[in-house]
């Protein structure tokens, strides 16, 4: 259609929007209305919100998640994979996992929706073959149990429930395998190992005491956990499931 052809090219001509490269504190006008209306305290999204929490859009509190053992895998997942970031009014959860285990994040997706029972948003970075899962939400840092920010060389401590529960330290042990582990064989060398790598000595901690009380021998090296008997490296992958996602968690 040429008239679809003009209105196309006509676009060409336009010039950029007004807000093309600002935010709500680089823009002069933005940021002064933004600043006189916190000064007046002034909340033009009140009536919205309150209808919003009336008609359950959105939660009008966020009580203590279900201590389950999809929550111990997504908290497993998180510590590997993943970061919470803290906004003024909210926090995101993200977690960034590869295209080539499209299994694997669309699990992790259907695991942070059971958990939060919201729908997270999914996409693809365009510089990077990554995908990422990211859920906004209040006290999602608080409600996990995971500081938000970089955790390189924060001392972790998990959950007591989670050592409480059998089935719940499995669980949570996957969620930091399929982040962060490996399952290797070599046959001509008679080699097979369960391999967990990280720097942070928390979890490394964590995943070697979780393996013995699991039953298993670990061995430790500055930034890996490795099981090296071909029994038991067989035995640790059935157990925790890993690459298994047909799995589903009671």
């Not at 600002?22 to 006008?29: A, G, L, N, Q």
């Not at 970031?85 to 960034?96: A, H, M, P, V, Y």
């Not at 001509?188 to 021998?217: I, Q, R, V, W």
Request: hydrophobic content about 35%; glycine content about 6%; overall charge positive.
């Amino acid at each position: 259609d040429p008239r679809y052809a003009r209105w196309y090219k006509s676009l060409l001509r336009r010039p950029p929007p007004w807000s093309k490269g600002y935010t709500k504190e680089t823009h002069p006008s933005v940021a002064k209305i933004s600043s006189t209306f916190k000064k007046r305290r002034i909340d033009n999204f009140a009536a919205w919100r309150a209808q919003a929490k009336a008609e359950g859009r959105i939660p009008s509190s966020y009580p203590p998640l279900e201590k389950n053992q999809e929550l111990a895998f997504l908290i497993g997942m998180v510590l590997g994979d993943g970061h919470i970031q803290k906004f003024s009014r909210t926090e995101s959860l993200n977690i960034s996992l590869g295209t080539d285990k499209p299994d694997l994040w669309q699990f992790t997706e259907r695991v942070v929706k059971n958990v939060f029972n919201k729908d997270p948003h999914v996409y693809k970075v365009k510089s990077s073959a990554c995908m990422v899962i990211r859920l906004y939400q209040k006290k999602i840092s608080a409600r996990l149990g995971i500081p938000e920010g970089n955790r390189g060389k924060i001392k972790i401590v998990l959950p007591q429930w989670i050592w409480g529960k059998r089935g719940c330290l499995i669980a949570c042990v996957r969620g930091l395998y399929e982040a962060e582990g490996s399952f290797c064989v070599h046959e001509p060398t008679y080699t097979y190992k369960m391999l967990f790598s990280n720097k942070n000595d928390s979890l490394l901690n964590f995943m070697y005491t979780a393996l013995e009380e699991l039953g298993f021998h670990p061995h430790r090296s500055p930034y890996k956990i490795q099981i090296s008997r071909k029994q038991e490296a067989y035995a640790l992958k059935e157990q925790i499931s890993f690459r298994n996602y047909s799995h589903k968690y009671s």
